[in-house]
């Protein structure tokens, strides 16, 4: 993959500091009454003018028409191609919600399912059981006992669980037990390489202890297990850019998504504007900032238009603590687009800007979709944003002579 | 390949709807008199109000540069990569004038050509003798008889006819005899691969017995073939992307190239009115509609800028007939541009329209070449057309977690 090999090739220690921005989830769809995206809709004094002196575009995250998950979406914006490293469903799950994950560890998915007499499942998400709930059922199966093997469940969402489990010798090469379909029988996990064969083991007699002990709980009275997975190997930012980078999130995914690619992750408080805090806090200590804002994608994801908005609008209140800073480099982007029209994440192509003393700002009324649509960096992939970033920070060599 | 693969994993069924537009050879050039290309020198109220309505963009077949023949430019609308799926030169002139192609059939592209004296190529087109005459001469061809194979020899244009081999264990790992410059010997078929050396040789006889037969004609005194091809094993749009697909077509070769992909080709009359009709007809029983409208690009090949026109206006014309249908997406593109002013193909990139609920239009003012130039969809590559239908339709699950 050019981006990578080569810039990795190119790129040199320097003192220039890089800010990405990432607003989840950014991009919107024109809200039915008025015609305005989220974007469009929100008032962003700051953006606007940020725009005006910036080079704007609109990034796809993985290919035209794919929609991504975080995972991926958040690899691309790093500069690692999200079709060559993948992160396991298992590993994102538990990162996800705060569990660590330690290089050997294997993590999977739970959902707790309802069977019935027959052995069939009835429903694989056991009603969508409260949250509160999930996590007396967590609690319940930590009774299990499993030879020479550590493990932890933890609760996520409804019927959602994640488990880690720790020892010597485990494998990520097994199959799912979820048949993804209600009315067959769970699946036996099975080993899809010969190194797999006690892993798989283990994953069974873990299964089997939990309908033991679930066996008289309704509607939750079995688990099913899916995306058995071991961290990542990914090179670090500091291995690829040369940067020290810092990562200053509030959800535990993107600060499990950051430390993947080596990001030391720094205390983000509980807004927009503690992140913004944090970022000058840790100004000298490094190169690089990503800085996350969930409140965007959460309020798409509920399908909330006037939420949405309000959130772009706490963003761009921190805008000129950022701009004080003095930042070489300073890009505001999502990693992908949840239109609250869609109430989930889509495949919208996502307002890209980038500023810094090197552009060709082309007078872009505003940073929202259609603006960005016009700017000169036109339509480009999420994985040129890191290369454009350390160009513009003036640390990337020339190519040939 | 990207969009491919990907979009294999990714895409389930539903019951939405797509209909893709092609009208032939779209793309133009400015008029030297006027400055307006033939989109824009159209009428076409029903596009221009579309195009207010839609995502707009432009296209590149093949590549930036590349002027496409029609099989390549089909196959990346279609979503195959035109660089890695190859349709022989043979196949695509026998499908291009409806001659059946089977499964293990070998097909080769004809010239009739003068041969002097000495044995050498005095003319490669024969003068391009008239059609009507050409037909004459594959009457007479048809008293070849080859060893346990049948053949199919049927004009094509001037000095072209296309010949299709049937039999046992044929193969079309074979040379061709045209040497490409007069004033050379025909080359005799030669095998280029083991097994092929039994074909090579009926070929060669085919040859000689023509010779034999056209020996006292004038000027069309020997047959050259070249192109030897079978038909393709391309996966079909049902295994890619678990569509029903109907193709709409007037010419042979655009239901040839259809089928090829696993389209059931659907009778669509004579007039692009008539294939909207045909649309209506078959509502109910697919997902995907290729309809397909020639007369833009044989207007173009002509060098007939107001013919061109016209046909474009014809197909205006039929636009609220086929929004009356309520479809989930409308895309109206072309497979290539085919400027009046160069009478042939070009490398020029393709308007290209894209209607859905859930795009953002940013109030293209027509549908022509510049203002889709400004489109939110950019300048992209025909293959990532199919990824961004399916997305439109809701057809693509989410990538990654």
Chains 1, 2 share one sequence.
């Not at 930590?142 to 996520?156: M, P, Q, Y």
């Amino acid at each position: 993959m050019v981006g990578f090999e080569l810039v990795q090739d190119l790129v040199h220690e320097s003192p220039s500091k890089i800010i990405l921005f990432v607003m989840d989830g950014l991009g919107g769809l024109p809200h039915p009454k008025t015609g305005q995206t989220e974007l469009e809709a929100a008032y962003t004094p700051n953006l606007d003018r940020l725009a005006r002196q910036s080079q704007c575009g609109l990034i796809d995250p993985i290919s035209p028409g794919i929609t991504p998950g975080s995972g991926p979406a958040h690899l691309a914006l790093f500069g690692y191609d999200p079709l060559r490293f993948l992160i396991g469903r298992g590993v994102l799950e538990a990162l996800g919600i705060g569990m660590e994950v330690r290089d050997g560890d294997v993590a999977a998915r739970g959902n707790f399912c309802t069977m019935d007499e027959q052995g069939n499942i009835a429903d694989r998400r056991a009603g969508r059981v409260a949250t509160e709930r999930n996590a007396q059922l967590c609690r319940m199966l930590e009774s299990i006992s499993l030879d020479k093997v550590e493990f932890r469940v933890t609760a996520v969402k409804e019927h959602r669980f994640a488990v880690v489990f720790r020892g010597a010798d485990l494998s990520d090469q097994l199959t799912d037990t979820d048949p993804q379909q209600n009315g067959l029988p769970p699946l036996p996990v099975r080993a899809t390489s010969p190194g797999a064969q006690r892993t798989a083991e283990l994953a069974n007699e873990f299964i089997a202890q939990a309908g033991a002990i679930l066996r008289e709980e309704r509607p939750a009275n079995m688990v099913l297990l899916r995306g058995f997975s071991r961290l990542p190997h990914l090179p670090t930012m500091a291995q690829v850019y040369k940067l020290r980078s810092a990562a200053i999130a509030i959800y535990p995914m993107y600060k499990g998504l950051a430390s993947l690619v080596g990001m030391q992750v720094v205390p983000g408080g509980t807004t927009v504007a503690d992140e913004a805090d944090a970022v000058a806090v840790h100004w000298g200590q490094y190169d690089f900032f990503y800085m996350h804002h969930k409140a965007t994608d959460a309020a798409g994801e509920d399908g909330d238009f006037e939420r949405k908005v309000k959130a772009i609008e706490e963003a761009d209140a921190v805008i000129p603590r950022l701009l004080g800073l003095k930042p070489d480099v300073l890009m505001v982007t999502g990693d992908h687009s949840t239109p609250a029209t869609l109430a989930g994440h889509s495949w919208h192509p996502v307002p890209f800007l980038l500023y810094s003393r090197w552009v060709r700002a082309h007078g872009a009324a505003s940073f929202c979709e259609s603006d960005c649509a016009l700017g000169e960096l036109g339509r480009f992939p999420s994985v040129q944003v890191m290369p454009l970033a350390l160009a513009h920070a003036l640390k990337l060599d020339k190519y040939g002579a």
